[in-house]
């Protein structure tokens, strides 16, 4: 309990943010992905990661994910160092990736339940979040169904269901729309919004799309691996002194 103490202790003197990246840098054969990238969230906030194909965003995931080291730099998820501490770390974390991660095969609930057992959640406790998750998106008649028997914006919002079934801190949207429909992209922005604001997790959204970052909070401009600009869409105009979120992104990402 000493040890737990003082942690504690800890805590009060500086608040852990959900996520603290710090001059992450990453290269793949020479070439450099990411450069002295520090990217931090706090609590219950949404930021956009905009950037052109190419622009390091996906290097960015993979790095917060755990599935590749950064060259140098370091990343803590409430506290937890990702390189000491990973599964800790990563306990905190939820995903929803650019590739389709459900078993098509199995019920809605079957592919649901399977994540909570990862996360070692009691049955009572995973089947009452389960149902709760469901119902705010409408999808609780579909419990039972196969994955294969919804549509693709409803398989999404499933991921998204399931991303936050563990209750994470973090919650990392990783171009999540692509391959949906216009009217699929807008309803899962809109399911992370309530969902988000319901549990106050705090939200990286990345995405190539201009249109899906002006609800977030604060926008993070990323090209050739490098930071073009942080702050809010207001600041984003003012910066730049263009009329849209479009005209500043081709603004700072022209070659």
């Not at 609800?215 to 009329?243: I, S, W």
Request: hydrophobic letters at 45%; proline letters at 5%.
């Amino acid at each position: 309990t000493a040890g737990r103490m003082s942690h504690q202790h800890r805590n009060t003197m500086t608040p852990v943010l959900p996520l603290q990246a710090q001059s992450l840098t990453k290269a793949y054969q020479g070439h450099v992905a990411l450069h002295e990238l520090s990217l931090h969230l706090v609590p219950g906030e949404r930021v956009a990661l905009l950037g052109p194909n190419g622009a390091g965003k996906s290097t960015l995931m993979q790095l917060l994910t755990g599935l590749f080291a950064p060259d140098s730099g370091s990343i803590q998820i409430m506290g937890h160092d990702l390189r000491t501490a990973a599964p800790q770390a990563l306990a905190h974390l939820g995903v929803v990736f650019q590739q389709p991660a459900l078993d098509l095969d199995l019920s809605v609930q079957a592919n649901l339940r399977f994540h909570t057992d990862l996360h070692g959640l009691p049955r009572a406790l995973a089947d009452q979040r389960i149902h709760e998750g469901l119902e705010s998106l409408g999808l609780l008649p579909n419990l039972h169904q196969p994955c294969r028997a919804l549509s693709g914006g409803n398989r999404k919002k499933i991921e998204l269901v399931r991303a936050l079934l563990h209750r994470p801190a973090v919650l990392l949207m990783d171009e999540a729309t692509v391959g949906l429909d216009p009217s699929s992209r807008i309803q899962l922005l809109q399911a992370v919004q309530e969902l988000q604001r319901a549990q106050g997790v705090a939200t990286l959204w990345a995405t190539h799309l201009v249109e899906e970052v002006t609800h977030a909070d604060r926008v993070v401009v990323l090209h050739k691996g490098h930071m073009r600009h942080e702050g809010r869409v207001v600041d984003l105009l003012a910066d730049t002194g263009q009329p849209d979120v479009q005209a500043a992104f081709l603004s700072l990402t022209r070659a």
